[in-house]
């Protein structure tokens, strides 16, 4: 009997020994270029070194592998494409599902040190059902051949994940591209969703006069600066990512500087450690998606879709966050907005960076809901 490709089934993550003694002997083949002239462009030859030294001779990848295969996973098709998941479902009665979507350069690691307090935290009533899924194109899941995997195809999906775990109406929360396909569950599928929680809304400045606070200004100023200087990146994702793909897919020190540079500048201090971070730029590596994730600049090249959203919505504002806006600008977009909070640490990827605080925003803005 042929096996139905929907069926969710297990997953677990093996990598051969044979890729992690390629990986090593590639790092260790690096032909480096002339150190930099000025700190301004980009990610310093003296710390690239010191941590792909560290990534040949001393990490340890099993380690991550046995941290994701701490909790269930699986693989299910989805419009033709094999989606991953991680899903642990809490022991309380009355758990609300929930799905946490990651961005780039991120994955499904971000939310390791979250997943376990959501799910059986000190007061059940505040308990989750976690679905953590990575984005197609991303880690575990299949890498699209055809164009088409824009936000709104991803939002379907994971409504399509929800259903076929059983789960009819659900939480949602996202930063960075996750922000976007949550913010697009709720436009497009707004009756399977009880609210959604933000740590990177979209926005638009409104017609007409409005008054900014400090905080405001800050985050407008923060924008301005991304787009000023942080945003290349995002041009030639948008534009030409089969051309970067060659390099990424075949250089790991390149691929390494490539998102190390965001995991350091879009985060608030440095608070990842050096493991975490190789953790993430090897997952890349191994699951060869640096060309398959960057496609998904080019497929949504004109950025968020700024359409109305009427689902309850919680906003998390963490100082580090390159891409914050103005509650005056999210007001134009999430015409439900009942959470908006400012917090005193964390940045872009702040299940990663403070997961307690992290956990506590989620809990306190659906308690308003459940």
């Known amino acids: 009997m042929a096996r139905d490709s929907t069926t969710p089934r297990p997953f677990t993550v093996a990598i051969p020994q044979r890729a992690l003694e390629d990986l090593r002997s590639r790092i260790r083949a690096t032909q480096w270029p002339e150190a930099e002239t000025h700190a301004s462009q980009g990610v310093s030859r003296r710390d690239l070194e010191f941590l792909t030294t560290y990534w040949a001779d001393g990490y340890d990848w099993r380690r991550c592998e046995l941290a994701l295969n701490a909790s269930p996973q699986l693989i299910t098709e989805i419009q033709g494409l094999d989606i991953h998941a991680i899903h642990v479902r809490s022991g309380h009665e009355h758990a609300l599902p929930i799905v946490l979507t990651h961005g780039w350069p991120g994955s499904v690691l971000e939310f390791l040190d979250v997943i376990g307090p959501l799910v059986d935290p000190p007061d059940a009533s505040d308990a989750f059902h976690v679905v953590v899924p990575s984005l197609p194109g991303y880690g575990f899941s299949g890498k699209p051949t055809r164009p088409g995997w824009n936000v709104d195809r991803i939002a379907r999906a994971w409504v399509d994940l929800m259903e076929r775990l059983g789960y009819d109406r659900f939480a949602a929360q996202g930063g960075d591209w996750g922000a976007m396909v949550t913010t697009a569950i709720a436009r497009n599928h707004p009756d399977h969703v009880i609210g959604i929680h933000l740590n990177m809304p979209q926005g638009k400045e409104p017609v007409g006069s409005y008054d900014l606070s ?157």
């Open 214 to 370: 400090e905080r405001d200004k800050r985050a407008a100023s923060s924008m301005a600066a991304f787009f000023t200087t942080g945003h290349g990146y995002l041009l030639e994702q948008r534009t030409r990512p089969q051309t970067l793909a060659y390099g990424l897919a075949d250089s790991p020190v390149a691929l390494c500087a490539w998102i190390l540079e965001k995991l350091v500048d879009w985060a608030d201090g440095d608070p990842l450690s050096d493991d975490q971070k190789l953790d993430d730029v090897t997952l890349y590596w191994l699951t060869g998606t640096a060309a398959s994730a960057a496609r998904l600049y080019w497929e949504n090249p004109r950025g968020p879709d700024l359409a109305p959203v009427d689902v309850p919505t919680g906003c998390s504002l963490f100082p580090g966050e390159p891409l914050s806006v103005p509650r005056p600008y999210a007001e134009q977009v999430y015409r439900d907005l009942r959470f908006w909070h400012e917090l005193d640490r964390g940045g872009h990827f702040p299940a990663w960076e403070q997961p307690d605080l992290f956990v506590s925003e989620i809990r306190q803005f659906f308690r308003m809901l459940r």
